[in-house]
């Protein structure tokens, strides 16, 4: 599935490239701007450093979203570090959490209630990704809705999490649910279903399909790929904007790609 789905976005940009259109204009879209919330940081450090981070995850692009990473060996130390993050960025910024995994469902039904009045768009997979058994209870039991998706392999996988009401909210990885293509069946799917999408990963990819996304959410924004593009797109206002150029609109720079280049 991974390498078909390189395969299939690569594929995608080729034919939106032929047709001279822009990617989201090729798929029925619109050029335009996609809202985001930056990922690039808010790792499990200290409170305080985890706070002065946030504020200058804020301000790089005037973010109004954040995503912080929970599961400390102290259920307590995650709490504190959520207030010092709200403390520092306001009562009204919007702010995520993802647990990546890390605790199986005993910790996550303790430590979930112990933040489920914290005003948190979202819990992010707080147990292992094919628990859906699990997921439902918590989806239940929290008010706060909860986020999974970045491990469902193929579109299927969503239908599936959908039908037992394994969580609120969805965000398919491009690499699992089938690139472009898989993205496309699996918006549909959650569309139909009224719920609401939110990407993982590939943010300029994500923009142009989030702009055909039915119930488009958040875009995950990482810029881990901008030292190798000759025109990383632009961040305004927490929003991710398309750039007006055939397919994704993206251009290697050659030569940082030429200077990083592993020989196997």
């Known amino acids: 599935m991974i390498a078909v789905s390189g395969l299939d976005m690569a594929a995608w940009d080729a034919l939106a490239k032929a047709a001279g259109l822009p990617l989201c204009v090729l798929l029925g879209g619109t050029v335009g701007p996609v809202k985001a919330y930056n990922s690039n940081g808010l790792w499990l450090r200290d409170p305080e450093l985890v706070a002065a981070e946030a504020m200058e995850l804020r301000d790089e692009g005037g973010?109004?979203?954040?995503?912080?990473?929970?599961?400390?060996?102290?259920?307590r130390d995650d709490l504190t570090t959520i207030t010092a993050v709200r403390a520092a960025v306001g009562d009204e910024y919007h702010l995520m959490v993802d647990f990546n995994q890390g605790l199986?469902?005993?910790?996550?039904?303790?430590?979930?209630h112990m933040i489920d009045d914290l005003g948190l768009d979202w819990i992010e997979e707080p147990i292992v990704y094919d628990n859906f058994a699990g997921f439902a209870q918590l989806a239940a039991e929290l008010k706060t809705p909860i986020q999974i998706g970045e491990?469902?392999?193929?579109?299927?996988?969503?239908?599936?999490?959908?039908?037992?009401?394994?969580?609120?909210?969805?965000?398919?990885?491009?690499?699992?649910?089938g690139g472009v293509t898989?993205?496309?069946?699996?918006?549909?799917?959650?569309?139909a279903a009224g719920v609401p999408v939110s990407t993982h990963l590939y943010p300029e990819v994500a923009a142009h399909v989030m702009r055909v996304t039915e119930t488009a959410h958040w875009l995950e924004w990482q810029d881990w790929a901008n030292p190798?593009?000759?025109?990383?797109?632009?961040?305004?206002?927490?929003?991710?904007?398309?750039?007006?150029?055939?397919?994704?609109?993206?251009?290697?720079?050659?030569?940082?790609?030429?200077?990083?280049?592993?020989?196997f």
């Not at 929003?239 to 020989?263: C, F, K, Q, S």
């Open 182 to 191: 898989g993205w496309l069946r699996a918006a549909a799917t959650a569309g």
């Open 63 to 75: 973010f109004t979203g954040l995503k912080l990473r929970l599961g400390r060996v102290i259920a």
């Open 104 to 112: 199986n469902l005993a910790e996550a039904l303790q430590r979930c």
């Open 228 to 263: 190798v593009l000759q025109q990383p797109y632009k961040v305004v206002d927490g929003m991710l904007h398309i750039p007006d150029a055939p397919g994704i609109g993206l251009e290697w720079n050659e030569d940082v790609v030429t200077a990083n280049r592993a020989e």
């Open 151 to 177: 491990n469902f392999y193929g579109p299927l996988d969503l239908y599936r999490a959908l039908q037992v009401k394994a969580c609120d909210l969805v965000m398919p990885d491009f690499m699992r649910i």
